[in-house]
């Protein structure tokens, strides 16, 4: 789609590989304080593009995708979005592509190489919204399969939790009170912590997704 974007960089300006650093492209995009930032991979432009058209229709500038590897930072970049890649930070995710949609299509029996891939997208997550945090910028974590209708931004203006989601699931054990595809955190210590600790129990046997660690 065909967007205009009043806080966007020219990339052409800056060397092929990491034009700034995190701290400074956020800073570049942020909008008191507050930003949006969503993880993507090469198998996921098209979802990709139509939430940033999304997020335009309602006034959203104040963005930035991270992306998995190298093809998908490049191609994020010919789409004109700001964008961040660290293979320090999400790892070696290339192997990723053709396992994007696992989090789209339930089975009973899973491919075990899916599932390792499907869970290293999951650790990615919650690795840049921990570093995210750590600068202590506010964010909005968001999937790139969502759809905004609202300014969310607007809607979390009088927010005064250093967290904020809406999953209300409840499991065989818990209550699941985050979503991990979507949330609002406060660029806190306690909330790095909260990330790290997911993070560490992520680590751990057995392997589940982000938003069971979140919970």
């Known amino acids: ?89 999400v790892g070696n995710l290339t192997a990723s592509y053709e396992n994007q949609f696992l989090r789209y299509i339930k089975k009973k029996k899973e491919v075990p190489q899916r599932r390792e891939n499907f869970i290293a997208l999951c650790m990615a997550k919650l690795k840049v919204a921990r570093e995210v945090a750590r600068l202590g910028y506010d964010f909005i974590f968001s999937d790139v399969d969502i759809v905004y209708l609202k300014n969310p931004f607007q809607e979390l203006s009088m927010c005064d939790l250093s967290c904020f989601s809406a999953e209300r699931k409840v499991s065989k054990t818990y209550v699941m009170g985050v979503n991990s595809g979507f949330y609002f955190l406060k660029g806190t210590a306690r909330s790095f912590e909260m990330l790290n600790h997911a993070i560490k129990l992520q680590e751990r046997p057995p392997e589940l997704p982000d938003q069971n660690h979140l919970n």
């Open 1 to 89: 789609p065909s967007v205009t974007y009043s806080r966007i960089i020219d990339f052409k300006q800056f060397s092929p590989k990491f034009p700034l650093e995190l701290s400074e492209l956020i800073e570049s995009q942020m909008i008191g304080n507050r930003v949006l930032i969503t993880l993507c991979n090469l198998g996921e432009m098209e979802f990709l593009e139509n939430m940033v058209e999304s997020l335009n229709s309602v006034g959203v500038r104040n963005f930035v995708v991270f992306a998995t590897d190298d093809a998908s930072y490049s191609q994020i970049q010919k789409l004109g979005y700001p964008t961040y890649f660290s293979a320090t930070l």
